[in-house]
């Protein structure tokens, strides 16, 4: 692949070749659990499907390139992902994360491995030389979302990735909201990007895929282990269709955030609408920093009502006819979600207050329709 390739150039090529059997341009779904060996103790690179599968070669290949990253590895969805990072941990190892944090990776990691003995800070990391304090002997990995999930604050990878330098210390981030075509962590410092391929690089809702990229050889070796031998990789079905996701994705992240952008707008003026969170806005306590890493804002919001209370929420969402109420985010469709019943109730109403969740906060996941349509939709909500 030319180095110098554009997104967009990147979106559709990088990592895919013609299938060399047939010559066929889009890569086929290879649907066989098992391949035929050449002979005993004959070196092949497909042996058997858990390990490794031609789809799923190419969409890895695809990831990777789009985050200027070495090595791509994808899995059965974004949580698998994340879990594969936190075996890379003992007990009694420390990881700092964000506190305004996806609900189930909170869970994931305060449910099923603090009990093992690995050590959890949740921490406001919106200013970035407040993390520093938070470090001691024993931290192994700082874990970042931004824009988080679902308050859309903003962290500084670069400023992060400056103080954690030759600490032995892994900076992870989520970059789901942003995705390859807005913001790039390896590029910042970070050691390890991780995708919610379900949400925007696959785009269409149909699908479930997480996904990681790294640089390091030697990190990248233990997360393949991890891959093989755990084994929650991803279907050369869903490979496929986030293969075919990929292809537009410049294309409809052109549109989300144009669209967000409007909205976002619209939103800030209306008279029944305390607070919007959207890091395109001038007002955005961290807009400056994402200005700074960001290529453009992206296509998620979220919104306090300044009747604030989970009825008058229940209210509005009952009367929206382009947006669907439904969990997920960054497929074509605009959809709203109520993040203290939804995406966030395993959290405690404490541990939400303090990542700014609050009964009256909607989140919007601004999809690809006419823009038009979609604030009208609100605005006949909202009347």
């Keep these: 692949m030319d180095e110098t390739m554009k997104f967009g150039s990147k979106a ?19 649907q066989s659990s098992s391949f035929a060996q050449g002979g005993l103790g004959a070196e092949q690179e497909y042996v058997y499907a858990r390990s490794k599968n031609p789809t799923r070669t190419q969409v890895q290949d695809s990831i990777a390139a789009l985050e200027n990253g070495k090595h791509g590895l994808v899995f059965g969805s974004g949580m698998a992902a994340i879990d ?20 189930g990776t909170h869970r994931l990691f305060t449910q099923v491995y603090a009990p093992f003995g690995i050590d959890f800070e949740f921490i406001d990391m919106e200013d970035a030389h407040g993390v520093e304090a938070h470090i001691g002997p ?30 032995g210390i892994l900076l992870v981030v989520d970059n789901t909201f942003a995705t390859p ?6 590029d910042l410092g970070a050691d390890i990007v991780m995708h919610s391929a379900t949400k925007y690089l696959g785009g269409h809702s149909d699908t479930l895929m997480g996904a990681l990229v790294v640089r390091d050889d030697a990190l990248a070796k233990k997360l393949y282990a991890l891959q093989n031998n755990c084994g929650a990789i991803s279907g050369p079905f869903d490979c496929f269709l986030v293969l075919r996701g990929i292809k537009t994705l410049h294309l409809r992240m052109k549109q989300h955030c144009k669209n967000a952008m409007l909205l976002a707008h619209y939103l800030e003026q209306h008279p029944k609408v305390d607070r919007v969170n959207y890091p395109g806005l001038e007002h955005h306590p961290n807009h400056h920093i994402a200005k700074k890493q960001m290529r453009d ?14 009825s ?7 009367k929206l006819k382009v947006f669907t109420l439904a969990e997920s985010l960054g497929g074509v469709e605009s959809l709203i979600g109520h993040p203290a019943t939804m995406t966030h109730a395993s959290l405690s ?13 909607l989140r919007l996941s601004v999809g690809v ?15």
């Design 12 to 30: 559709v090529h990088a990592g895919v070749k013609p299938d060399p059997s047939n010559g066929a341009i889009m890569t086929p779904i290879f």
């Design 84 to 103: 594969a990072v936190v075996k890379l941990f003992k007990p009694g190892d420390q990881i700092l994360s964000i506190n305004a944090l996806y609900g």
């Design 138 to 167: 024993h931290t192994k990995m700082i874990w970042i979302e931004t824009p988080t999930n679902p308050s859309l604050s903003i962290v500084d990878i670069e400023a992060i990735a400056a103080i954690v330098k030759g600490k």
């Design 181 to 186: 075509y807005l913001q790039n962590p390896l």
């Design 297 to 310: 804002f992206g296509g998620m919001l979220s919104f306090v009502l300044k009747d604030e209370n989970q």
């Design 312 to 318: 008058a929420a229940e209210m509005l969402i009952s």
């Design 349 to 361: 109403k404490e541990d939400r207050a303090k990542a700014g969740i609050t009964d009256g906060l």
């Design 369 to 383: 329709e006419d823009p038009e349509d979609i604030i009208k939709d609100l605005e006949q909500a909202l009347a």
